[in-house]
T-cell receptor, first 114, second 108 residues
Framework: GAGVSQSPSNKVTEKGKDVELRCDPI?????LYWYRQSLGQGLEFLIY????????KSGLPSDRFSAERTGGSVSTLTIQRTQQEDSAVYLC????????????FGPGTRLTVT | GQQVMQIPQYQHVQEGEDFTTYCNSS?????IQWYKQRPGGHPVFLIQ?????EVKKQKRLTFQFGEAKKNSSLHITATQTTDVGTYFC????????FGQGTELSVKP
């Protein structure tokens, strides 16, 4: 079946612009996660959605970052007034259940802020 | 806060040599997962351990969960060039915290 998809695969933007990154999770997966991975680094947790529960936003690095999940499916990560330090690969993952379940990752969006 | 530390950061081996990466937590974990990320790829789930002292094997890969559920290891026997990539552990109580990963390179 289809895996997690993300769009765009690459995004180059100018400093100060807003960007939106999209994630389509695996159908039926109730949990969705966003991570950030800088070059050669580990995975930095950003935000977690599970069903109709309030999202866990504890990993968002600043108020310029926000995310929504509409209808329990597609999610959009928005970064406002982008900065050069926002340049990274943004990975989305979904899982059949919540925390502790196997996570399926998408291919990521590589964001470059010039 | 909860931290998951992984060592070493890099490991370069000759093909056929063994490889081990270690994962340590400051707190007791309810479970631990291991992922592999090939160069240019995304993390792919390998396995999950939940029981104290648990050992699981997948062909040449052996995964262990410590008795105190605070540490874990991944051992690869007789590495092959296909083993190249970064291996991440992820553990927690509830939210999974990813380690920084161990990048494995294998010289043929």
């Amino acid at each position: 079946g289809a895996g997690v998809s993300q769009s765009p695969s690459n995004k180059v933007t100018e400093k100060g612009k807003d960007v939106e990154l999209r994630c389509d999770p695996i159908s039926g997966h109730t949990a969705l996660y966003w991570y950030r991975q800088s070059l050669g680094q580990g995975l930095e947790f950003l935000i977690y959605f599970q069903g109709n529960s309030a999202p866990d936003k504890s990993g968002l690095p600043s108020d310029r970052f926000s995310a929504e999940r509409t209808g329990g499916s597609v999610s959009t990560l928005t970064i406002q007034r982008t900065q050069q330090e926002d340049s990274a690969v943004y990975l989305c993952a979904s899982s059949l259940a919540g925390y502790g379940a196997e996570q399926y990752f998408g291919p990521g969006t590589r964001l470059t802020v010039t | 806060g909860q931290q998951v530390m992984q060592i070493p950061q890099y490991q370069h081996v000759q093909e056929g040599e063994d490889f081990t990466t270690y994962c340590n937590s400051s707190t007791t974990l309810s479970n631990i997962q291991w992922y592999k990320q090939r160069p240019g790829g995304h993390p792919v789930f390998l396995i999950q351990l939940v029981k104290s002292g648990e050992v699981k094997k997948q062909k040449r890969l052996t995964f262990q969960f410590g008795e105190a559920k605070k540490n874990s290891s991944l051992h690869i026997t007789a590495t092959q060039t296909t083993d190249v990539g970064t291996y991440f552990c992820a553990g927690g109580v509830g939210k999974l915290i990813f380690g920084q990963g161990t990048e494995l390179s294998v010289k043929p």
